[in-house]
């Protein structure tokens, strides 16, 4: 199986340890990852703020139409390749590029997707002795729909401590452009979720995005909480030669 990463914006400009450690986690499990140096923005950004940009759906689709299957350390990004690509093509009357797109959106998988849906695998043999907690993030709990499989993965590492987070189906209030444009909305649910994150009296909050824990992390860092945020495909890489510090 010819397998891609596809990075996402946020993920290589500012938390490249999120990528790595997907592309590490499926080499482990005989995957062999390729890096598709043409690949760029998905334009969610752009889709979300009435802005549909063809030009990225279709960047999308040349770089990545190739591979069998497509692994991003982003729910969000997955599910814009999924729902927003279509519609950004159809909007512009190109049925062909949004039946490529859909092709394309078809095999592209958030990391927990493809390790429990595809490789059929639920312990990926990872040791992360930390009491951790996990935020489903609004995109992957309602427009992925990734259910309970990065639970279910997280159980399976050895040595966790792993904690319920209250109210967890609750928005984090990053949302994206949402906490730009709505800076005193998303402070307050913030606030809610700092909240339920430091009652777990959890070292370590974990998400399958990168987006939502810098909105977290960044408020948890300025009242100096001591919860370190960490990407779910930094958790199950961990082994017991090498636990984050």
Known sequence: ??????????????????????????ARLGQEVEFPLEQTCCGQMHANSGYFETGLVRRYVDVFEPYDAIVSPSASCVGS????????????????LAARAEAVAAKTYDVSEFLVDVLAVEDVGGYFPHRVTYHPTCHSLR???????????????????????????????????????NPDVSAAMLADKMEAVIATEAEVLCAGDRSCLMHIGGGLERIRAGVRTLHIAEVLVSTEDAVPS
Do not use: Y
């Open 1 to 26: 199986m010819r397998v891609a990463l596809f990075a996402t914006c946020l993920v290589d400009a500012l938390f490249p340890e999120a990528g790595r450690a997907t592309v590490e986690l499926l």
């Open 81 to 96: 390749v999924r729902h927003q690509h279509p519609q950004v093509a159809r909007a512009a009357g190109d049925e062909a």
């Open 143 to 181: 427009m992925l729909g990734v259910g309970d499989r990065p639970l279910r993965l997280l159980r399976n590492v050895k040595g966790i401590d792993l904690v319920e987070l209250p109210r967890w189906d609750e928005c984090c209030g990053f949302g994206g452009t949402f906490s730009v444009k």
